[in-house]
Structure formats: C-alpha cells, structure tokens
Nanobody, 118 residues
Framework: QVQLVESGGGLVQAGGSLRLSCAAS????????MGWYRQAPGKQRELVAV???????YYADSVKGRFTIFRDSAKNTVYLQMNSLKPEDTAVYYC????????????WGQGTQVTVSS
C-alpha cells in the first residue's frame, strides 16, 4: 500500500521560510518522479515543483528562485524548501508521486496547510 505523508506546514510571516517533507512508503522510490502541488481556497490546484528520479527539477514561475525541491533516496523522502514566503503562497500543499515514463501523478498525500501572514 502506497503512502505519502507530508509534514512541516504551519503559520509563518511573510518573508519567512518553511520546509515541507513527504515520506513515501510502499513504492520503489527511485522509480518515481515526485511533485508538490498546492491548492488555495477557491482556486484550482496548481503544480509547484517536480523532481524526477534522475534529479531533474521543474518549478512554477511563481516560485522560481524562492522554492527548492530535493529528494533523499536513503530516506524515501522529498522536500520542498520554501524561502521568501508571500501571503499568496498560502495553500494546502500536497505531495504526489508519478511512475517513471508516465504522465499522471498516481499517488497523493493528505496535504499540509501553509499559511503566510502579511
């Protein structure tokens, strides 16, 4: 049974930092690209960042230069380091896993709330 468990969300002031973690189990971590999505109230879910099994990264324009995605294969964990946070980064952040060479994310975590106060 595949499980993705996020942690690290919370309340932070604008300009601050948070690091989200997503621990994966029940899958062969090295066979999956890992991504972070977010959904703000009243808005559609949006892709924030992706890291492939080979380490290639992608970022949404809105977070480039502020967020960093990285993975630790020894811990089966993917991280999202978020710096220079803005109120518009407030959302529920979801971790997701996509099997190599496929287009859709197959597995999702339960989400962690990030709130940035102005």
């Amino acid at each position: 049974q595949v499980q993705l468990v996020e942690s690290g969300g919370g309340l932070v002031q604008a300009g601050g930092s948070l690091r989200l973690s997503c621990a994966a189990s029940g899958l062969t971590f090295g066979n999956y690209a890992m991504g972070w999505y977010r959904q703000a109230p009243g808005k559609q879910r949006e892709l924030v960042a992706v890291i492939t099994s080979g380490g290639t990264t992608y970022y949404a324009d809105s977070v480039k230069g502020r967020f960093t995605i990285f993975r630790d294969s020894a811990k089966n964990t993917v991280y999202l380091q978020m710096n220079s946070l803005k109120p518009e980064d407030t959302a529920v952040y979801y971790c997701a896993a996509r099997l190599r060479n496929t287009r859709e994310f197959n597995y999702w975590g339960q989400g962690t709330q990030v709130t940035v106060s102005s």
